[in-house]
């Protein structure tokens, strides 16, 4: 089975431009959730979708918003970025039953200069 | 609030040195403790999934147990390869596949 895939893998912004991230999850798989990491605050959560709408939503901005499709594959927008917004955006899907777990796939890093 | 710390927060060992890292966790219910191994640049590659206190799993040279308050992984004859950097997770039920992570433990394994 292919893993879960993440497009673009690298990206380089400027401040005020928006973005958007795409991940395709593994076949199957229906819920997909979201984490920024830096090396500040680790790894953290931004939205989970399951069968394209919103289950969960973490502490961000309303600048960062997402979608899921009937695919499965979803994607994630953010508005007028901010330096702080450089960090290595991480998707990752599951069954998306209570207990599964969440295979990653390789992040985009987003760098705003 | 739920809350994940592991310890310590790098590692330095011989090959073959084994050694144990810990993650303390603090949950309101706990549906699932997750083990990663997050190489540099890459996203985290799973390892465990451990459900009740009591249970253990094993993977080659690695072994997760978990209690009621912490996990530990527990790495046996260590190998260069080994190095990386081990998240623990926690999922709780009042966060709906929103996975609580702690910050993580850099292994390093020198020959």
């Known amino acids: 089975k292919a893993g879960v895939t993440q497009t673009p893998r690298y990206l380089i912004k400027t401040r005020g431009q928006q973005v958007t991230l795409s991940c395709s999850p593994i076949s199957g798989h229906r819920s997909v959730s979201w984490y920024q990491q830096t090396p500040g605050q680790g790894l953290q959560f931004l939205f989970e979708y399951f069968s394209e709408t919103q289950r969960n939503k973490g502490n961000f901005p309303g600048r960062f918003s997402g979608r899921q499709f009937s695919n499965s594959r979803s994607e994630m927008n953010v508005s007028t970025l901010e330096l702080g917004d450089s960090a290595l955006y991480l998707c990752?899907?599951?069954?998306?039953?209570?207990?599964?777990?969440?295979?990653f796939g390789p992040g985009t890093r987003l760098t705003v200069l | 609030e739920d809350q994940v710390t592991q310890s310590p927060e790098a590692l330095r060992l011989q090959e073959g040195e084994s050694s144990s890292l810990n993650c303390s966790y603090t949950v309101s219910g706990l549906r699932g403790l997750f083990w990663y191994r997050q190489d540099p640049g890459k996203g985290p590659e799973f390892l465990f999934t451990?459900?009740?206190a009591g249970e253990e799993k094993e993977k080659e040279r690695l072994k997760a147990t978990l209690t009621k308050k912490e996990s530990f992984l527990h790495i046996t004859a260590p190998k260069p390869e080994d190095s990386a950097t081990y998240l623990c997770?926690?999922?709780?039920?009042?966060?709906?596949?929103?996975?609580?992570f702690g910050t993580g433990t850099r292994l390093q394994v020198f020959p």
């Open positions: 451990l459900y009740s």
């Open positions: 997770a926690v999922l709780g039920v009042k966060n709906t596949d929103k996975l609580i």
């Open positions: 990752a899907s599951s069954l998306g039953t209570m207990t599964d777990t969440q295979y």
